[in-house]
Antibody, heavy 119, light 109 residues
């Protein structure tokens, strides 16, 4: 059974940093692209970042470029999102999601981890 | 950026009735269009990809159609578990600039 479990969310002050993790199991992690998608409270879905299976290709939404860094460790079956210079508008539930094809669509999702940016 | 719009914002349907949801792209996305279902407090679930291919385990009452800029998700006979928010997603750009529609909430009439 495919499982994706996010962790690392919490309350952080504006300008602060946080590192999210996503532990994958039930599939060959190193064969799939992975993604982060966020959802602000009561709002819709926003794609954040994608990383190819071997980390050769990395992409970001303009809203996070230069502040967030996606990475993965295939030996540990883990995906990460380093978030720096956090803003109030980054407050959201962050989901990791597996890419079914080159990047999308996203066929499996974790349960999400909440990031709250507030003073 | 490709902007996705969905209509209606809310669709009120009785159980057993047919529901038709629309999604429009600001420019052609070919067939690189997916539909997701999200229930309160849950992660989204992939329903349809490639505009018309059902994902694994998705019931046949869900069907997708369209290409280019106009897409439709049809639920042929709504079940109680189908009341949820539905999002379309395009993944046509390269490099990827994946975008979602704002969602259509399907609620009980």
């Amino acid at each position: 059974e495919v499982q994706l479990v996010e962790s690392g969310g919490g309350l952080v002050k504006p300008g602060g940093s946080l590192r999210l993790s996503c532990a994958a199991s039930g599939f060959t992690f190193s064969s799939y692209s992975m993604n982060w998608v966020r959802q602000a409270p009561g709002k819709g879905l926003e794609w954040v970042s994608s990383i190819s299976s071997s980390s050769s290709y990395i992409y970001y939404a303009d809203s996070v470029k230069g502040r967030f860094t996606i990475s993965r460790d295939n030996a540990k079956n883990s995906l990460y999102l380093q978030m720096n210079s956090l803003r109030a508008e980054d407050t959201a539930v962050y989901y990791c999601a597996r890419g079914a094809e080159a990047v999308a669509p996203f066929d499996y999702w974790g349960q999400g981890t909440l990031v709250t940016v507030s003073s | 950026e490709i902007v996705m719009t969905q209509s209606p914002a809310t669709l009120s349907v009785s159980p057993g009735e047919r529901a038709t949801l629309s999604c429009r792209a600001s420019q052609s996305v070919s067939s690189n269009l997916a539909w997701y279902q999200q229930k309160p407090g849950q992660a989204p679930r992939l329903l349809i990809y490639g505009a018309s291919t059902r994902a694994t385990g998705i019931p046949a009452r869900f069907s997708g159609s369209g290409s280019g800029t106009e897409f439709t998700l049809t639920i042929s006979s709504l079940q109680s578990e189908d009341f949820a928010v539905y999002y379309c997603q395009q993944y046509n750009n390269w490099p990827p600039r994946i975008t979602f529609g704002p969602g259509t909430k399907v609620d009980i009439k």
